[in-house]
């Protein structure tokens, strides 16, 4: 799938993992350079570059960001199982990397909102480990206060965790009018799942922003399953990155970085493969 350039012992284990094939030299590398599978585009011209070079200290960020997010999410589950976390819990283990990639690739003055799957989100956008386990467990200390729970946790420039299937994205289209309103230069990221997709209050969503031109990207993260419907079940087109019919579209295996250059070019879709485990 990939051909990845690098050089560090011990990176052979990856190899199975990633799908990637791996050169090796006799000393550490300060970076990598990756050839990745061409994108999936929908009415764009041009994609994202099929070439991406990452530095070690980028690599070990991500490394780190997606290990503490499956540690809390791994932490949450077991204390879920026993009780000490009341209500819903959603677990974003095995999303990580959608979380990590896209703060990457944006700036802390772009808002985002999600859905009910937020703990990781939540963390990304700078609520300590203690304000995401404290709020599960329904404590003062919690970024909410405790009154939130898994599904409501809210930083700067983070809306939220919500909790009814779909309803973010027009909200997510309110906060990117309000940008636009206020001339500022950032976009807003509009993530729901796959189920969420089929609802229409997205489709008159799409058509307002790109009928007003709002800076929006809307992120289907496409897990492959709405409680335990498959995809192919629910939605006569699972290209959902298409599915904004006259947005622009694209569907991505892994991350990318070119999102700052779709700025000032009004809506655009993006769909990310992904599993939650
Ligand atoms: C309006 C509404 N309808 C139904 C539900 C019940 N519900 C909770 S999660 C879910 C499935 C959502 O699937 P998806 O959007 O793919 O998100 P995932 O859980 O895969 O991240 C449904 C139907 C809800 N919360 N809100
Ligand atoms: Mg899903």
Redesign the pocket.
Known sequence: MLALQCASKGLSQFQGILGVALRFSSSLADEATFDLQPFKLHKLESGPSTTATLTRDDALTYYKQMQVIRRMETAAGNLYKSKIIRGFC?LYSGQEACCVGMESAIERDDPVIT???AHGWTYMRGVSLVGVLSELTGRKTGCAQGKGGSMHMYNYNFFGGN?????QVPLGAGIGFALKYQKKPNIVVAL??????N?GQLFETYNLAKLWNIPIIFVC?N?G???GTSVDRAAASTDYYTRGDYVPGIWLPYKSRNSRSKRKKGPHFSTERTY?V
Do not use: F, P, S, T
């Open positions: 959603h859905a009910y799957r909790g009814i299937v779909g309803a729901y799942g796959d189920g969420a997709a609802q993260e897990n399953y709405g409680m939650v």
